[in-house]
């Protein structure tokens, strides 16, 4: 999971992380979600808050980079 942080940006993933865990009436802190992204912790509703921000986010950055190929393609 540390290499997904890595690679989608960090703090704004992991700051999502916690808004949706929090949403879902857990309590939890972003230091407990880098633990568990690190592997220190095992909380599995912040490991799958994680990949579902993770996802969603690398889902929104494939339909950026579809729609400025499409401008290009356009211009």
């Known amino acids: 999971m540390q290499e997904v942080l890595?690679?989608?940006?960090?703090?704004a993933?992991?700051?999502?992380?916690?808004?949706?865990?929090?949403?879902?009436?857990?309590?939890?802190?972003?230091?407990?979600?880098?633990?568990?992204?690190?592997g220190t912790s095992t909380r599995q509703d912040i490991a799958d808050a994680f990949l579902s921000v993770a996802e969603e986010e690398a889902a929104r950055r494939r339909q950026v980079e579809q729609r400025a190929r499409q401008l290009v393609a356009e211009a």
């Not at 929090?22 to 979600?33: E, H, I, Q, Y």
């Open 6 to 11: 890595r690679k989608l940006g960090g703090g």
């Open 13 to 38: 993933i992991a700051q999502a992380t916690l808004d949706r865990v929090r949403a879902s009436g857990a309590k939890a802190s972003l230091s407990l979600v880098y633990k568990v992204i690190a």
